[in-house]
């Protein structure tokens, strides 16, 4: 891959890196701002990403997951 180097103002730089997230370029940003999709990375590319959701979600996500088991077990037993 090449690579170019463009002129911001420091500004913009510390817009884009107020959005910069863990492990991520100023390009990663730039790139996902833009919609530019990458291959993926992996299994470890969806680490953490429920780590900000509610615990509420969580608990309605078991509830689920133990009516859906009951189902099943009805239906085998």
Do not use: C, Q
């Amino acid at each position: 891959m090449t690579y170019k180097t463009i002129d911001i103002s420091e500004e913009v730089y510390n817009r884009l890196n107020e959005k910069k997230k863990k492990n991520e370029s100023i390009s990663d940003v730039i790139e996902r701002m833009l919609g530019i999709t990458k291959e993926s990375k992996g299994i470890s590319e969806f680490f953490g990403i429920w780590k900000d959701l509610p615990k509420e979600y969580f608990e309605i996500m078991e509830e689920a997951h133990k009516e859906m088991r009951r189902e099943i077990n009805k239906r085998f037993s």
